[in-house]
């Protein structure tokens, strides 16, 4: 079952879309949400969501950037009456941009290349990798680890939940992780799923710690995580 949320301060639009979606007669749940706040208090399970740009408070470009630090899948698809937010979506990875009034047939085109997005990328949930030590054994989501930072012969993997100090080889876990993550500095290697902002030293995560990105790599890095955006979160080429 898809997980839907309609984010707009309008009922009107809200039940509009409600209609729509359930004209679709897809196998979905649908939760409704007058502001960005609301929406951003419950539970972060949401397949896809639409969200106006234009609300009291908190607006569609704020709601949007918060969720993307905690999640890179979710499909936003904002719903809007002016165009010129059309590069602010773009900032912020936008799946889709309907122009209200929203018309059935674009709607149903739209909802059904977003469900096809859900479906791939669920597809595509990297398995959990296994890390192998002299003294210990793990299994862990790519998706739980942070970051991961060299700590003389040992090394600490930030999770989600807390910090696994074992030792292993920062070599060896970054190919064994792949291309999801990325070697910042030789001590960092980052879950780029959990990157919540950056500068040309630094970057941010979804937790509000901060790694290192060494200078002579920031080019490269920005050109990886554009690329890793343009896919929608994977680790295209």
């Not at 936008?94 to 149903?108: G, I, S, T």
């Not at 669920?122 to 299994?139: D, G, M, V, Y």
């Not at 030293?201 to 979804?206: K, N, V, Y």
Request: net charge negative; charged share 30%; glycine share 4%.
């Amino acid at each position: 079952m898809i997980e839907i949320a309609i984010c707009d301060d309008e009922k009107i639009i809200r039940d509009q879309i409600t209609g729509l979606i359930e004209k679709q007669k897809a196998d979905c749940h649908i939760e409704n949400f007058a502001t960005g706040e609301e929406l951003l208090a419950a539970e972060d399970r949401f397949d896809v969501i639409f969200l106006d740009i234009q609300m009291e408070g908190m607006n569609g470009i704020e709601t949007a950037r918060a969720i993307r630090e905690r999640n890179r899948q979710t499909v936003v698809i904002f719903i809007t009456a002016v165009k010129e937010y059309v590069f602010e979506a773009f900032d912020v990875a936008a799946f889709h941009y309907l122009l209200k009034p929203v018309a059935e047939e674009k709607f149903a085109e739209v909802f059904e290349s977003a469900v096809d997005e859900v479906q791939k990328r669920n597809a595509q949930e990297t398995p959990p990798i296994f890390i192998k030590t002299k003294t210990r054994n793990l299994t862990l989501r790519q998706k739980e680890i942070l970051y991961i930072e060299s700590r003389a012969k040992k090394v600490g993997i930030h999770t989600t939940a807390d910090v696994i100090e074992i030792y292993a080889s920062m070599n060896k876990l970054e190919r064994q992780l792949g291309s999801s993550f990325y070697r910042s500095h030789r001590g960092y290697l980052v879950n780029m799923e959990h990157i919540a902002e950056y500068s040309n030293d630094m970057i941010d995560m979804s937790n509000g710690e901060r790694v290192y990105l060494a200078k002579e790599k920031y080019k490269e890095f920005v050109k990886v995580y554009m690329r890793y955006l343009r896919n929608g979160g994977t680790a295209g080429v």
